[in-house]
């Protein structure tokens, strides 16, 4: 019997690059106009990399990526000879536009059925905000690493679905594009595992997902399946 199913979001439900580019353009030209000491010092992505060193600096910060960014903006600041820097208006410009995704067609459609018979939740990395992007309405409730404390596929975020659930997690099943950190970290967890397979990649190596599907409208079929051995 399966009670539920938990999503990624980025790349799962929507492709994320493309959004996180535009938000990091957006917050050069915001910086160019208050602070423009900073972009004429660092580039989009040269500020991208300074979250990627604080992370492998300090480990114990590395799942957090509101943190990452905004610890990132405050030493690109430094650097640039600014004392005086604010930094929560700096990240509310790449926080509004990195919420400015794209849903792939058939997923709010896809959501808004299987929400019908099961409950659905969301587990990020990101930071992304499920309520700006208005897909509250099909989740009945979304996890981050910020909350969970630890990033996928560490056990604590998959945990934390099962007791929100109130589920085993042999009744949850997991969606996600990332066989790592969704396809490997739900397994271990005891999730039942469908990899979001959308560009036809070859599968990287070891233990293979319970089922692969090129988009969220194959995962009925998949359910209804399992429901079928299981009823
Ligand atoms: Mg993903």
Redesign the pocket.
Known sequence: MIKAITF?????LWDVWPVVERAERLLHDWLGSRYPRIPERFTPLELRDLSAEIAAARPEIAHDRTRLRKDALQLAAARAGYREFDVEAAFEVFYVARNAVELFEEVRPALERLARRYTLASLSNGNADVRLIGLDDVFSFSLNAIEAGAAKPEPPMFELACRRLEARPEQIVHV???PEH?VRGAANAGFRTVWLNRSGRDWPGGRRADAEIGDLAELEAVLAVWEGFFT
């Open positions: 990624d979001l980025d790349d799962t996600g594009d990332d969704d």
